[in-house]
Every structure is written in structure tokens, then in C-alpha cells.
């Protein structure tokens, strides 16, 4: 017998329509492009959003075609979120921060119709325009008054709210298949060409149901919500789509993303919570320092993107009572796929045992499933000890990239993720490595993140990566690369006798290399292939 209850399908389009109806008061602040600070509400969005679905429609934009958007965390890139994918069409947000060649490869992969962009970029989108056959319509996303003088291609080049101005909001959001397209967005492609992601409504919609949830990111209409990390990316990690859902307060950055620019915002605007990378947040945590300043307001931070050292979780937690909130996820997960939330038992641990556990990226949220598994693809036991390659199913993950380029990624059912990690018997999975950056040292493993997380607890230690690096007797050994806080004095010799009772003494690097910077890549993340280049040879030659 089938149930007897309603059914609707999940769309991007029905959040909105939710925080209109039921939140239509709360307020959406944003720094804009043009130095100023925007403010409207809920319903002010939705009533655009509207009015851009009809702008899409008078361009052409049919179900299915994408559209692009080069833009940062604002009011019209939010607006461009729900009017593209509630209309049927898909949106796709490109990452500035890749390299000319890869955006230019991305839009004529995705055959982006028309791209949207914030003005911060007309530089990057006129080399673009001069090198792609699509889109041959830009919108700038500003006003007539700080429209460009002159567009230097043949292309068209639109006004966003003299469109918007053109239409009014009368706009039914069509019934969808929730098992359509909503957005696309790329991998950052360090090594290669970016591959596309190609959500749908139902993957969305259920993603944020559940990234929304307690024992994720834990979100509510009490809150007041600034996602650091780039709605140009990974949907900020669906905390525009999760603040809709709850009726939280919504803060967007744009392009002001330093320490003293982002404690300036959420202290005014009473941020609680807030998620981003670790580079960012070291930048904050640097200026409050300098300040002696402290939050009135920020009670949780959500790190991710990369490992968050333990020494940056003490420094939020004990200094500052904000609680960290560890968490990991992948473009191909849409893309939180664990958050380190802790259990019941787990509360009244110790407090070097709750820094150890916070130290891993957490449990599944429902609807993600894991597994580690040997190099002859079966299954390890979830002890804490065993290592193996993570695999991940669940209703957000991909099972094809974009344009059936490549073979499906997936092995029996699961998405091989290319990390190295481990599981405890709570379910808690731990990052070793990635799979092309784990050290292989006279026939034994040397875990990268490891070294780097001691390396941290220094605290002259700014940043600090590890490599593998070709040695004559052992194959690879591992070298340190260290960016030290200002006026610091440390030497090499006495980090490595920082080591001493932090990891096996087999694994400690037999170098320091100090460093001013390291490179970073299109998501904050370090490009370690760079440093594995330059370096590889440092144990041969030295």
C-alpha cells in the first residue's frame, strides 16, 4: 500500500519562496564592489529574483543553458542564485582565482550564454571575452553610474539593474523536475583541467536540510550568518540556500576579505557564526591579536577546505570562546560530507582528548556514507589505526562529471575521494593526506598533516607545510617549509626539537626551510605540487 501523503517536488526556488513567506523582515546585509554597505530583506530578494527570472527569459536563456557568474559574496550574486536555477536554467559560478586559461576553458566547456560579473572583474572578463566563442552577452553587475566607459570587445555588454528596472516581478516559479540541473561549478584543477559538478535541486535541497542540522553547522532564525568562504565556490558551502531554509540573517563580505575588514563587519553586524579556510581565518585571528581585541558576538566558526590545525582551534576556543566547528567536504559532495560535532560520551573529556578528537574532520551528516579501503579495495575496520583510501555515497555526491569527458569516477557505488584517512569506532574520520601528498619513507608511511599540525603548535609557527622530497638512502623524507609570525626568531634546529614528544622521531623532517609565503590555490588551499617541484631534489643536491 503507497502512502497517503502530499508530494512535492525539491527545488532551489521553494527555499526562497520560503524565506519570503516566513522571513520576509530579515535583513541581508552586503559590502558592496562600490565601497558601500548594502541592506535589504528577504522579500526585497525574493521580489528581485523575480524580476531577474524575467531579465533571463527576455535574453533567451532556455531550460538547461547555462549561466555564468564571476562575482563575490553580494546581494545581485545572491539574487542571480534563485533567479537562474528557479527559472530552469543553470547557474554557474566561476572562480576568479584560476588562471585565465582555466575560466576560459571552463566557460567554453560549460557553453555559458551569458555571464554576470561584478565589476572587480572587467580586466579579467575583457581577456576573456577575446578568447571564448561564448557568451557573447556580459552583464555588469552594478548600476548606470558605475558602468564602464568602454567595452574593449564586440561583445555586448548589459547594465544588471537597468535590466532589472525593465521588468516587473510578476513571475510564477515553474513546477521543475527536482531531479534537474540547479548550478555547476568546476573543480579548482590543480593538476589538469577543472572537471564540472552538476548539481540538481534534489541534491541541493537536501544538502542544505541536512548541513543545516544540529549536529552540522547547526543553523537557526536566531543567528546571523557570514560565509567568508565564496559563494563562487562550492555554493558557499550551501550557507546562502541554508540561511533561506532557517531565516537566519544573512552577512556577505564581497571583495574585503582581510582580518581587520572582516572583525570590523562582525562585530558590527553581531555575526554568531561564520565559515571560511584556514589562511583566512589566520589572518583575522593575526589582527585581533594585534588589536587586543576579542567577539561579542561570533560563538562558532565553521573551518574547513583544508586541515585545521589544533593550535588555531586553541586559539579560537580559549582566548577567544569561540567554538570550531572542524569540518570537510569536496566540490563532488556539494560539499559538506562530515562535521566534527561531538557526542554525548565525548563532552566531558579531557581537554587535550577534546583537541584531539577536534583535530579530526568529524562523523557523516545523514545522507553521506564512508569507507576506507586497502589497496586491494576492501574494507578496513573502523578503529583509529587502520589507513586507506576514503570513498563517500550519499544523495549530494556526483557519480559523473559534467560533458562526459572522462569515465564515471565511481568504483562499485562509491566516489573515490584521494584522501588518505582513518575511522574511530565513533564514526570520526581523520584526514592523513591526500593520496599524491602522503611520504613514503624506506617502505613506510610518513602522514604530511601530522607533521604540519605539530609543526603549528609552535607558536612562532604561522603556516607550515610538508613535503615529500627524493632522498639517496631512503627514498623520501620529509621537508618542512615555515612562514613564521612577525618578529619571530626561531630557528630550524629548534622546531625540530619542538618535535620530540609530538611525533615518532623516524618521522620528523631532516629540514626546515623558512619561507615569507607559500602559494596558494584558487580555493585557499596550498598547492603543494608547486612546493614538490621546486623542492623535490633538496635532500639530493644539498
Excluded at 239 to 251: E, F, S, T
Excluded at 318 to 330: F, I, K, P
Amino acid at each position: 500500500m503507497q502512502g497517503l501523503m502530499m508530494q512535492q517536488p525539491l527545488l532551489v526556488a521553494s527555499l526562497l519562496m520560503h524565506a519570503e513567506r516566513h522571513h520576509g523582515e530579515q535583513e541581508i546585509v552586503s559590502c558592496r564592489v562600490e565601497g558601500d554597505v548594502h541592506r535589504y530583506r528577504y522579500r526585497d530578494l525574493a521580489q528581485r529574483a523575480r524580476r531577474m527570472a524575467n531579465v533571463l527569459a527576455s535574453l533567451g536563456i532556455a531550460p538547461g543553458e547555462r549561466v555564468g557568474t564571476l562575482a563575490w559574496n553580494g546581494y545581485r550574486h545572491m539574487e542571480l542564485y534563485f533567479a537562474v536555477s528557479g527559472s530552469g536554467a543553470v547557474l554557474h559560478t566561476l572562480n576568479p582565482r584560476l588562471h585565465i586559461d582555466q575560466l576560459s576553458y571552463i566557460i567554453e566547456h560549460a557553453e555559458d550564454r551569458v555571464v554576470f560579473f561584478d565589476m572587480t572583474f572587467l580586466p579579467l572578463i575583457e581577456r576573456i571575452a577575446a578568447r571564448v566563442t561564448s557568451p557573447k552577452v556580459f552583464v555588469a553587475m552594478t548600476d548606470r553610474a558605475n558602468m564602464p566607459q568602454a567595452f574593449s570587445h564586440s561583445s555586448t555588454l548589459m547594465c544588471y539593474e537597468d535590466l532589472i528596472d525593465l521588468h516587473g516581478d510578476a513571475f510564477e516559479w515553474p513546477l521543475l523536475d527536482e531531479n534537474s540541473a540547479s548550478s555547476l561549478c568546476y573543480t579548482s584543477g590543480t593538476t589538469g583541467n577543472p572537471k564540472g559538478v552538476l548539481y540538481s535541486h534534489r541534491s541541493t535541497v537536501l544538502h542544505t536540510y541536512a548541513a543545516a542540522l544540529p549536529d552540522s553547522l547547526n543553523c537557526s532564525a536566531r543567528d546571523v550568518i557570514l560565509p567568508v568562504v565564496p559563494m563562487f565556490h562550492v555554493n558557499a558551502w550551501g550557507l546562502p540556500y541554508i540561511a533561506c531554509m532557517v531565516g537566519a540573517k544573512l552577512v556577505l563580505p564581497g571583495p574585503a576579505l582581510d582580518g581587520k575588514s572582516l572583525y570590523r563587519l562582525i562585530e558590527t553586524e553581531q555575526v554568531t557564526l561564520s565559515a571560511g579556510v584556514p589562511t583566512v581565518w589566520q589572518g583575522l585571528l593575526s589582527h585581533v591579536a594585534e588589536q587586543g581585541g576579542s567577539f561579542s558576538s561570533m560563538r562558532r566558526t565553521l573551518i574547513g577546505g583544508a586541515p585545521c590545525p589544533t593550535a588555531m582551534t586553541v586559539e579560537f576556543q580559549e582566548r577567544y570562546h569561540v567554538d570550531v566547528l572542524h569540518a570537510w567536504g569536496m566540490t563532488e559532495l556539494s560539499p559538506v560530507g562530515t562535521v566534527c560535532s561531538f557526542k554525548m560520551h565525548q563532552t566531558t573529556l579531557a581537554c587535550h582528548a577534546r583537541y584531539a578528537l577536534q583535530a579530526k574532520q568529524g562523523r557523516s551528516v545523514f545522507g553521506i556514507d564512508m569507507k576506507i579501503a586497502g589497496p586491494d579495495g576492501e574494507e578496513l575496520p573502523w578503529d583509529g589505526h587502520a589507513t586507506g583510501d576514503l570513498f563517500v555515497r550519499g544523495h549530494w555526491v556526483t557519480r559523473q562529471y559534467f560533458g562526459g569527458d572522462d569515465a564515471p569516477p565511481l568504483r562499485d557505488g562509491w566516489f573515490p575521494t584521494g584522501d588518505v584517512a582513518k575511522i574511530d569506532s565513533d564514526g570520526f574520520m581523520q584526514i592523513t593526506d591526500r593520496s599524491k601528498d602522503v611520504i613514503k619513507s624506506g617502505g613506510e608511511w610518513i602522514s604530511s598533516v601530522d607533521i604540519e599540525n605539530a609543526a603549528c603548535l609552535h607558536p612562532h609557527v604561522a603556516m607550515a607545510v610538508c613535503i615529500a622530497a627524493r632522498h639517496p638512502k631512503w627514498d623520501e623524507r620529509p621537508l618542512l617549509l615555515i612562514s613564521t609570525r612577525p618578529g619571530s626568531t626561531l630557528t630550524g634546529d629548534e622546531l625540530l626539537a619542538f618535535f620530540d614528544d609530538k611525533i615518532a622521531k623516524w618521522w620528523k623532517p631532516d629540514a626546515v626551510i623558512f619561507v615569507d609565503s607559500v602559494p596558494l590555490g584558487a580555493t585557499g588551499k596550498v598547492l603543494k605540487h608547486q612546493l614538490r617541484e621546486r623542492y623535490a631534489n633538496y635532500y639530493v643536491s644539498a
